[in-house]
């Protein structure tokens, strides 16, 4: 096997500054369209930093993997016993080549330079928010955004959430618009009563939602 995710038997007796640093080969699909939502495989070796115990036998890995794009963290969906992480970039990064980097839960790390590369995308004309009614502070509620114009039912991409000086909302990038209508929850607090929430994309549009009571 090419790539080992998985603590081999002749690594054992290395101290943890020995382990083998990570090496990324590839980033598949290198290129993504700025307004998709997409998952990327990144096919690496890996040789994840392990504790052992000599004197009862164990061995503890430490199976932490992070990713970044660019200066954007993104999750880390599943690390495969081949050693292929899988990532899923949302619609938040302008046209561009960005490095990708992934780091080992011990802080060793492996960048393929400009393993990205993002290009113009689709974007809807605009946005629109269903009403929202009377929330309290820190419980999660259904917030609904559509896009709005020519081809809105084929956005797949993320937006990002907003509120005003005080306050906050969480998530603060959307999960993907699924046939361009976003339904997620989200959680607001601030110490104002009157609040709004405000959806922007990269390509510049923005959407406000009703004025509604926070207690």
Not at 126 to 154: E, N, W
Request: charged share 20%.
């Amino acid at each position: 096997m090419r790539k080992l995710v998985f603590i081999a038997a002749p690594f054992l007796l290395l101290a943890c500054q020995d382990w083998p640093e990570p090496v990324i080969h590839s980033v598949s699909p290198p290129e993504m369209r700025a307004s998709e939502s997409t998952e990327l495989a990144i096919d690496a070796e890996l040789i994840l930093p392990a504790a052992v115990d000599y004197s009862k036998g164990t061995i503890e890995v430490d199976t932490q993997v992070s990713v970044r794009v660019g200066s954007l963290d993104v999750p880390t969906l599943a690390v495969s016993p081949e050693g292929v992480v899988s990532t899923r970039v949302p619609s938040v990064l302008t046209p561009g080549s960005y490095d990708v980097k992934v780091t080992l839960g011990d802080g060793r790390t492996a960048v393929r330079p400009g393993g990205l590369t993002i290009v113009e995308g689709e974007w809807p004309e605009g946005y629109s928010i269903d009403p929202i009614g009377p929330q309290r502070r820190l419980v999660p509620f259904t917030l609904t955004v559509r896009a709005t114009g020519a081809g809105a039912a084929a956005f797949r991409g993320n937006v990002r959430l907003e509120t005003g000086v005080g306050s906050t909302v969480g998530p603060r990038v959307s999960e993907p618009f699924v046939d361009g209508v976003l339904t997620q929850q989200v959680v607001v607090d601030s110490t104002q009563a009157d609040m709004a929430i405000r959806v922007t994309d990269i390509a510049g549009h923005v959407a406000t939602s009703n004025t509604f009571l926070l207690q």
